[in-house]
């Protein structure tokens, strides 16, 4: 059955998050299929919008004011499609049916963690849903935890696909400190209060007392939990935390660096909804050591050791496992590998078309 679905390409523009490097491998697997024509739109009034994307006539901060409660639908906006896709939380009012994308529950779950939009953004989900729209999230916890927040049994797992494999740089990027002499523990993200990476740093204290050279390196963009991060730091012994180095942003060039040099990913979140980092490491042959939280069970399948999310001592301990154990270390790899086997864009953009045709189907 071939279909004609609006799609939001908005989280394609501005800085590039997970969530945009979702929406963009998402969009690019659905265009490969020729029983679908997708129609991008953008909410912005600042984005750069090149066809075939279009602009909807109202800024995006207004359109999450008005949305929230029930107003005009916006079909003829979008070329009247069988289906509209808001991929990013929020999805317009329409006539035709609609599905929404959530990732994780953090924001609804901790509003107070979360900025005034995206609150709102909470709003215009909550009304959507009410009005009858679907929902579609990338792994099965948290399909549970939203069909629980939203009161809802309309709601969907499709499970996205690995990152693109591109090999990381044979020399270490330029802007590094020397990380060749000893082992490293790498994580990677925004210092943010999901991130839990004061645990982090309170295991690493005790994997740093075990092993006298490893180091933790912290790549990411200062967040609402930076002062604890700083904190934590602050309670380590002088010695201890000049082991620590923290990178700030880095380049895709550097991070694959990191990643593929280092010993083990730290991957310790209170909640994910998908996890491209756990399957980024795999492809490159790194260890993942992370928490029991969210989605991330179900993403790292076997190839992980996992621990509860605030047991800064398992944490340590699966930590100290991978680093000075060398078969564990190569058992992970393996199974890295055959985990990341298990993740397609192709099935992923088969799984959406089949729902896209089920919703439209119920709708008629």
């Not at 908005?10 to 020729?34: F, K, M, S």
């Not at 979360?114 to 792994?139: E, I, K, N, P, Q």
Request: with cysteine.
């Amino acid at each position: 059955m071939s279909l004609t679905v609006a799609i939001d390409a908005g989280p394609l523009h501005g800085a590039r998050t997970g969530i945009g490097n979702a929406v963009d491998w998402t969009i690019a697997a659905l265009d490969e299929r020729d029983d679908l024509t997708l129609r991008p739109y953008v909410t912005s009034m600042r984005a750069k919008v090149r066809r075939p994307q279009r602009r909807l006539p109202i800024p995006a901060a207004a359109a999450l004011r008005v949305w929230a409660h029930r107003s005009p639908p916006v079909d003829r906006w979008l070329g009247r499609p069988d289906l509209v896709h808001g991929t990013n939380y929020v999805v317009p009012p329409t006539q035709c049916p609609r599905l929404v994308s959530v990732y994780d529950c953090w924001f609804l779950d901790h509003p107070i963690d979360a900025v005034a939009d995206v609150r709102r953004a909470g709003a215009v989900l909550r009304r959507a849903v009410a009005d009858g729209a679907h929902v579609v999230t990338s792994s099965d916890a948290t399909t549970r935890r939203a069909s629980e927040l939203l009161a809802t049994d309309r709601i969907h797992t499709v499970l996205l696909g690995p990152p693109p494999l591109v090999d990381a740089p044979a020399d270490p990027p330029a802007g590094l400190p020397d990380l060749s002499s000893a082992p490293f523990v790498l994580a990677l993200g925004t210092l943010e209060r999901r991130k839990n990476l004061p645990t982090l740093v309170a295991a690493f204290a005790r994997l740093a007392r075990e092993h006298g050279s490893v180091r933790l390196v912290m790549a990411g963009a200062v967040g609402n939990d930076a002062g604890a991060v700083d904190r934590a730091i602050g309670r380590l012994d002088d010695a201890i935390a000049a082991r620590v180095i923290r990178t700030g942003t880095v380049d895709g060039d550097t991070k694959r660096w990191l990643v593929a040099n280092a010993r083990a990913l730290a991957y310790p979140s209170l909640d994910e909804g998908f996890g491209f980092p756990i399957l980024e490491a795999q492809q490159l042959g790194t260890p993942v050591v992370a928490s029991t939280a969210g989605s991330i069970p179900q993403i790292a399948g076997a190839a992980a050791l996992l621990s509860p999310p605030h047991d800064a001592e398992a944490l340590a301990a699966n930590l100290y496992w991978v680093v000075t154990n060398d078969d564990m270390h190569a058992k992970l790899i393996r199974r890295g590998h055959n985990n990341v086997a298990r993740f397609s864009w192709a099935t992923t953009a088969s799984q959406l078309h089949d729902l896209y045709v089920a919703l439209t189907e119920t709708s008629t």
